[in-house]
């Protein structure tokens, strides 16, 4: 050990005695900061993580190491010394493993010298430190093992120049193995057994946070490999000349074993899947608690079966191994309950039979170009999960999360894989649980209404869909026991009155098969019961499993205990229309997350009545409520639900200048009344979120009009401290931006004996403000373009009570009476006393189940924001959306997915910097990375005049002795 350490040791200091070290130092830094911020825009990525610095390193270090080792033995052979060095009383590996040491300790000193980089991010953001750690071993382990690779070359070879090549060719190869570029080539199968062969691919299961013990070791392996066959290269020089005998092939034989050994173990430890570790912040990798409470619910054996074809496009198939993986992990979570299997449609036409028909899984075309060739692949990329006779299928556009770095470079991953999956394993455990039958648990008739025309009108493709839709609705007429009713009705019929009702209640058109077909035709399906009316779409292959699908999705609809059911209201939009566009704002993304976990319901509350299925009521920027309206928010109060409300006093209204409409609605008196006040101003951060403004800018007396990305106080950026978590209901929420927002006081007296919660508060330099002006001027305020106010402080934005609260209405006619009064006077006799006495009712006192949570932005859940943040980040923004959800399965006490929700992927966005800032971290990096460099120069110095003062006083005791 001593003979290695010293070896090592001058070895290591050989580096430094030349401008080597420095060289290497100098080319692997500068390459490394250029490629981080410059190559991969870090500052426009806005993700806090370090991948960039690690992206690279695999193809860096190929270069760099085997420019280190090259003249390691080469060196020692062109000059002569290893003569001398074979003959010492030294170990062959003695020497071999004091020379490695030296190599790795050159790369752990440069990759020292790059701390400050994660540094920087995480003062930049909320930086996860485990892939740091990772992606920091990773490259220790890949280094070693070029080091290896390239210590061995070196001792076969005399020319320093052909071991620098013949390095970079054998360990670019490794490299290559497991490299989209030749795995794309192959099907599933063979690509992944490439990539247990590919340095780099092995590097990035590693950089993500996870330490499993097969990738360290394949490096281990590598590395005992090429030290053995250097051992016995340098064992073979030292027989050179001599005859064979039996030691020389007891050598070969010994080196021979113990490099098979090294390879065999791979093998042996490729099916141990459990020996790993994962490092990231929340365990994103790995199985959660939520996740194996729902396998242990399952009572009949699942299938999750996943349709991955061979050949896919470049962008996704690096991610099949690792659903795979994950998919495992479900079934050994499940301990028997869950059967997993992988196929490729292709190769099994029975199986791609039935996912065409029975579970309309159909294959996507992606088009894609190389500079080989451009071509169109059509793949599947699906996952299915069956539990008894309920199905969900997951495809591509819900499993992955496509970020657009630049013009034509994209980066796909997968979003949130056991979100997705468990969120799905719910839905269908549910479904199966709660209703058993399907029809079980529909407490009122249903019935099926087809406004369709005779065959003789018909398409032929229609037709022949007729006869599926009449077999399906034999088949669910049986099964319901008389819950469900078919009623189908040809709308030209009776000189078409019955059309001409379709057309002014629900608006519908007679259909045409293409515009320059005159005949018209109708095909529309609705279920009506209960006072609600679903539509049914038709399934764009027109096959029996889409039918299926749609129709039993709809009667879910129908359905109590399956899901809990959001009652939405959003306020009334115009639709499109002689070829304008719609106006008003939309919540297509919020309706359409909310549908995938509840049974959403819309209402607008005309009736003064929130839908009696409903679990929650759900507020999204409502416009002026009226009494009625108001009424009915105020009695699902009452009953002890949540009503979750977004919306402040005042409308932003785009256009060429952005403005401010103020509302006067009915809704901020009722809160108030509740101690909640919203007041008539709006929030101004410091700590703010980009927004595209219009700005005009003057040149030569001419005045441009352009929109800029600038820095906008109006859209607070709400992290770190702002974010209270309390109670679960932000869990995994680190960042979200709230437009416009209002601040809330809170009336403490009112609420003295209701649970108070702060979700949302802004920084402690922002302020508040009741300027109606929100176009920013940044020639009259400067870098902010508005006017600082004078009180600053931390503003709050978002709040949740809970608690007994007092009716609106106490000791006031219920505003349903006026109505009913009119009806009587118009003629219309009153319905039965029961139903009269119910409607005219007030509750005036709520029970401690009622709660209010308040998010004080009326824009922050609008298509319109949530487009312009993800155009901002080049990905799908979704961060208030999943702030809802949170709050909404907090509420409803269905906190499952709460802890796995959070764990998407581009979710760690960085703090708000303006150029000079980025170009301040930017220069800091590199000021310290040269600062770094000098630092060890200095040492190095100090370390020789050491040494130097040392040899002359032996030089000096010695003359005395020999006097």
């Given at each position: ?513 293409s515009l320059t077909d005159t005949n018209t035709f109708w095909f529309y399906m609705t279920l009506e019961g209960n006072g609600r009316i679903v539509q049914i779409p038709l399934p764009e ?340 959306v999943q702030l809802v959800e949170n709050a909404i399965d907090w509420s409803l006490e269905d906190r499952g997915l709460l802890a796995i929700r959070g764990r998407a992927h581009f979710s ?54 020999r006097v």
């Open positions: 050990m001593n003979n290695m350490l010293r070896i090592a040791r001058k070895e290591f200091a050989g580096f430094f005695f030349s401008p080597i070290a420095f060289i290497f130092l100098g080319a692997f830094l500068a390459v490394t900061l250029f490629v981080f911020f410059w190559v991969e825009t870090f500052f426009a990525r806005n993700i806090a993580d370090v991948r960039p610095l690690f992206e690279w390193m695999p193809l860096l270090l190929i270069f760099l190491v085997a420019a280190v080792t090259m003249r390691m033995w080469s060196e020692e052979r062109r000059s002569g010394t290893l003569e001398f060095l074979l003959s010492v009383p030294v170990k062959s590996y003695h020497m071999v493993l004091g020379k490695f040491m030296a190599c790795l300790g050159l790369v752990a000193v440069a990759l020292l010298l790059t701390l400050p980089l994660p540094v920087t991010v995480s003062l930049l953001g909320p930086l996860d430190w485990g892939p740091v750690f990772g992606g920091y071993l990773a490259t220790l382990f890949l280094a070693a093992a070029y080091a290896a690779i390239g210590l061995f070359i070196s001792a076969r070879s005399a020319n320093q120049i052909v071991s620098l090549i013949l390095t970079a060719v054998v360990c670019g190869l490794f490299y290559l193995l497991g490299t989209d570029a030749l795995t794309g080539l192959f099907g599933n199968r063979a690509s992944e057994f490439l990539k247990l062969l590919g340095s780099g691919s092995r590097f990035d299961s590693i950089t993500r946070g996870v330490i499993d013990l097969r990738d360290l070791y394949y490096y281990l392996s590598l590395v005992g490999v090429f030290l053995t066959l250097n051992v016995f290269a340098l064992e073979w020089l030292r027989w050179a000349g001599n005859a064979s005998n039996a030691n020389h092939r007891r050598w070969g034989l010994i080196s021979a074993l113990l490099a098979a050994n090294f390879l065999a173990a791979n093998l042996w430890l490729a099916p141990v899947a459990s020996v790993r570790a994962d490092l990231t912040r929340g365990n994103v990798y790995s199985i959660s608690e939520a996740t194996r409470s729902y396998l242990a619910q399952l009572q009949e054996p699942m299938l999750i079966r996943g349709y991955f074809s061979a050949q896919t496009h470049p962008l996704l198939a690096p991610l099949v191994p690792r659903l795979r993986d994950l998919l495992e992990e479900y079934a050994v979570a499940a301990e028997g309950r869950v059967r997993v299997e992988f196929i490729d449609p292709q190769e099994h036409p029975e199986l791609e039979q039935e996912a065409n028909e029975k579970y309309d899984i159909q294959p996507v075309p992606f088009q894609f170009a190389s500079k080989y060739q451009a071509t169109v692949i059509n793949s599947y990329f699906n996952i299915l999960i069956q539990y008894g006779d309920q199905h969900q299928v997951l495809d591509f556009g819900d499993l992955i999360e496509v970020r657009a770095q630049s013009e034509g470079d994209l980066e796909v991953e997968l979003r949130n894989p056991e979100y997705d999956l468990t969120q799905s394993i719910k839905k269908i455990l549910f479904a199966y649980q709660g209703t058993g039958e399907l029809f079980e648990n529909i407490p009122h008739p249903v019935s099926f209404k087809g406004y369709i025309s005779d065959d003789e009108r018909l398409p032929e493709v229609l037709s022949l869909f007729r006869k599926e839709l009449d077999a399906v609705l034999t088949e669910l007429v049986e099964r319901s026991g008389g819950t469900l009713t078919i009623d189908i009705r040809d709308p030209d019929a009776q000189d078409g009155i019955l059309a001409r009702q379709l057309k002014s209640d629900f608006g519908f058109r007679p259909m045409v098969a292959q027109f096959e029996k499993a889409g039918l299926e699908q749609g129709i039993q999705a709809a009667l879910k609809r129908f359905s109590r205990g399956f899901l809990k059911t959001v009652a939405l209201h959003t306020p009334a939009s115009t639709l499109a229309m002689f070829g304008m566009p719609a106006s008003g704002k939309r919540f297509d993304w919020l309706s359409n997350t909310l549908a995938e976990e509840h049974n959403l319901a819309s209402t607008n509350l005309k009736n003064g009545r929130v839908p009696d299925e409903a679990d929650l009521l759900l507020l999204a920027s409502p416009d002026k409520l009226d009494i009625k309206q108001l009424f009915a928010v105020d009695q699902f109060l009452m009953r002890g639900g949540t009503v979750v409300i977004a919306t402040s006093p005042f409308d932003i209204e785009h256009g060429e200048v952005l403005s401010v409409r103020k509302l006067e609605s009915a809704l901020i008196d009722w809160l108030s009344h509740h101690g909640i006040m919203l007041e008539e101003q709006m929030v101004l951060d410091p700590l703010n979120a980009s927004f595209p403004i219009p700005v005009s800018r003057r040149v030569a007396g001419y005045v441009f009009n352009e929109t800029r990305m600038v820095n906008y106080p109006y859209f607070a950026d709400i992290r770190g401290d702002g974010i209270v978590q309390e109670g679960g209901m932000t869990e995994g929420i680190d960042q979200v931006t709230m437009t416009w927002p209002s601040p809330i006081t809170v009336d403490e007296q009112k609420n003295q004996d209701r649970k108070v919660t702060r979700l949302l508060q802004s920084s402690d330099q922002a302020w508040a403000s009741d300027s109606m002006e929100i176009q920013p001027d940044f020639q009259m305020h400067g870098e902010l373009g508005f006017p600082v106010g004078d009180q600053r402080g931390p503003q709050l934005l978002a709040v949740a009570v809970e608690g007994r609260f007092d009716s609106y209405f106490k000791d006031k006619p219920s505003p349903l009476v006026t109505h009913e009064e009119e009806a009587d006077a118009g003629g219309e006799p009153a319905e039965d006393a029961e139903k009269e006495s119910r409607i005219t009712r007030v509750i005036d006192r709520s029970p401690e189940s009622a709660r209010i949570i308040l998010f004080a932005s009326s824009s922050f859940l609008t298509d319109t924001m949530l487009d312009l943040a993800a155009s901002g980040m080049g990905t799908r923004y979704l961060k208030p760690r966005t960085l703090k708000p910097l303006d150029r000079e800032s980025q170009l301040f971290w930017e220069y800091l990096n590199y000021g310290l990375a040269l600062f770094g460099l000098l630092l060890i120069g200095f040492i190095r110095r100090r370390t020789n005049k050491r040494a130097a003062s040392r040899y002359a006083a032996v030089l000096g005791t010695a003359e005395k002795t």
